[in-house]
């Protein structure tokens, strides 16, 4: 009978991976970009790129919602309902 390999564990570097549970969506609706990704405004995820999921069930980066409810727009970006 052949004796069994002995091995030591000399490093280990864990991997991750998250992501948005944004169901069938995965890009927001005013940028185009991945929720993954982060928006335009920011350089690369972060805590502060959230998703805000709308009334009408759309969803899209925080920052490019604020940006488009300060120009003024009350609607919807991809079906115009009202809020």
Known sequence: MAEKPYY???SFEPQYYWS???GTNETCGICFGEFDDGCPKCSAPCLDCTVTKCPCGHEFHTHCLAE???QGKAKCPLCRSEW
């Open 8 to 10: 030591t564990v000399t």
């Open 20 to 22: 948005w549970d944004t």
């Open 68 to 70: 488009w409810m300060a």
